[in-house]
């Protein structure tokens, strides 16, 4: 176990904000629980400082910063929330810091001392939507660009504790999904085994976004939504990609009863890294053949055609119809007899 | 005559420096620079329209509705299309939800807190402002973080989630409500004014929007027990004389808030001169002056420009400084409120002008008009009647969204070519407000809503002054520059 882990005292966090739109601390905002900084408290970590949420501004900021990146505070847990900016020409002076210093350089130093690294939402972990486009901001993530290891820190990088930068990825990230990998660093029951591929924390991303979706029944039978409103699956036509995603968005739900494909659109793979630039339309699913390109996860291909073309002969009406319509047209039928 | 940079200012939703030239104890003239550049224009050249609806939002994490409904709009232009009645019932309902929340959060958790720093120890208010308002630790967070997190639960059932939704499209509404959910939502909004009379008024939302002059108000603040933060906040205000604090050009401009297709819940207009004049926003420019991007002219946004230039001689921000007939204007709830014609909110302008009091009770009234209409969108949905329509496909076409973000005045303009966005140009509110000088020198609106503050010499704090004329605007910064 590593000497954080058996650490008794609360854990220092620092929370920066770079190449990004601030939405995964929103998004953290709407946690539910009693008070998020008492859980925060609860769960082992101590907030040394954070951009929307603390008292302390512009030199009393900088003297934090200074405290953490001579040692003079330890510094347990370094967030980053935003995309590394190394534009223009590796200059990173599409976001300086007061005084000159670019945020590309003050991360990196902060980055030598911390105990664990953790990137929130997919700009800091691959780029993200920040590097959509050309990419003019040179934007990368923490120890990725899009899905290459490398990005700021290098493919070796390892924080003070052991681990690699902890890609949090999500546009915006759930807000358990924070709070759950920062009280596993808190408690030292986060390893390297509890990473995926991308060094995502497997809590939430050993799911498919598929898993739970309320269009599971039209997606068995095929009966897909023509335009957005409509009821039936949007896997077909409308560019979803819950079938490939690694989140569990349809398991644990957002703000309260939501997810995407529960507001009525497309899941466009926004916890995997280059989901900014798909190379189609968002809302058209790319098709070879009339047949979708990107089959569901796990599925062979021959298998997928097969049971499509039969379970769309097999459609019972009122899937059907319901999955064109905005309300369902025909309701179940119940039975006199009672359900076997 | 000393020059002191301030940054980076927090709580400002992104980032932000600001320098000052500080003679005799106060603030002589103010540079407000914008340190970082995203680039979303230029993301969203060559995509195909609708994409607009992915990237859009995520310019903005506190306003990504805002900037979806704008782009909605622009889309929906183009297409020569209109949604139905519940379309917009829920995208009205969607936007204020996010417009009330981010009231909510502006208040308690970045604006309201700086009256807890050690600066004010000496005030009579302070030990209760502290207790109350103290970042982290003060109670009203405590209270304030699981309504705010409640009441968001109205986008997982208006928008499937928040931020970051795809929800709004130019047809209408992806999420049709069923009756289970339309009620729901009703008991959502009810605990929601259940908070806002307990714990920030104290009264019934329709008394408090019912006050219609300066002396009404704090005669209603004297009647209240200091147990509601907003007389807590009146109280602090008024001792701290912040009616005079922050006055920028009081010419106001909206774009006119909650269209319900053909009239607007709060009108658009510009206010000027003691008068309310009709909009022209075809006399909006986009000045480059002072900031690092290519080009000399200022430009109107549907032929704007978006090139870096970050070795620019003379620039001091990222931000564009737009101007409307070439001249500086005010947007947020402070200018929306004019424009509509709150009896209350003219007459504290009338008689100090807009101030860091005026724009934080402009705010906060917003809940107690705003939510009584948000029930009201609620009773007129229908469940089984049409949310949404498709989309059409379009060649060569022009959009323009105008809307209200919760801290002002949004356009987004899209002009379509051959199938593919050619050129999209967003202004966002505070683009307005934090904007850099212009060609003939004139500094933004908080450039001169600083000067004249009280500052010290030859210390590199940020002076407590400056740090509520800043946030009074309620910034965001990550919109500012996209």
Redesign the interface.
Known sequence: MNELAVRKESLNLLWLQSGGCGGCTLSLLNADCRNLFDTLKAIGINLLWHPSLSEQSANEAREIFEACASGATRLDILCLEGAVLKGPNGSGGFHRMTHGESMMNLVERLAKVAGHTVAVGSCAAFGGITAGGGNHTEACGLQYEDDTQGGLLGEDYRAQAGLPVVNIAGCPTHPNWVIETLSALASGDMRDKDLDVFHRPRLYADHLVHHGCTRNEYYEFKASALKPSDLGCLMEHMGCKGTQVHADCNIRLWNGEGSCTRGGYACIACTEPGFEEPGHAFGITPKIAGIPIGLPTDMPKAWFVALASLSKSATPKRVKENAVSDHQVITPATKRLRPK | MSRR???????V???L?VTLEIESGRVRAAYVNS?????FE???????P??A???VP?????C?VAQSAAAAQALAQSMGIQAPQNGILAANLTLAAENLADHL?HFY??FM??F??EGYRGRAWFADAESRF????GSA??DV??V???F??????L?????????L?P??????L?EAERLRLKILLAEFRTFLERTLFGDRLESVAALHSEAALFAWMESRSLGADFPRFLSIARDLEMHTMGRATDRFMSFGAYSDGEQHVFKSGVWQDGQLQVLDTNAIREDVTSSWMAGNDALSPDEGLTV?Q?DKEGAYS?CKAPRLSGQVVETGALARQMVAGHPLVRDLVARHGASVMARVVARLLEFTLVLPVMESWLRQIQ??A??????TEIEDARGVGLIEAARGSLGHWLDVRNGKIHNYQIIAPTTWNFSPRDAAGEPGALEQALVGLVAQEGS???PLAV?HVVRSFDPCM?CTVH
């Open positions: 940079i301030i940054g980076p200012f927090n709580r939703e992104g980032d420096e340190p970082m550049y995203r680039g230029q993301i969203l050249a060559g995509k195909h609708l994409d609806l992915v990237y995520r310019i903005c994490g506190i990504s959060s958790l970045f807190p700086d807890a720093r103290k970042s982290v630790s967070t405590a973080l699981p705010r997190a409640k968001m639960n109205t986008m997982g059932y928008a499937g989630r928040w931020p970051h939704t795809l929800a499209q047809g209408g509404s992806s999420r049709p069923e870096p970050p990222w469940p089984g049409a949310f949404c329509l498709p989309a590199d704090a940020a740090q990550v």
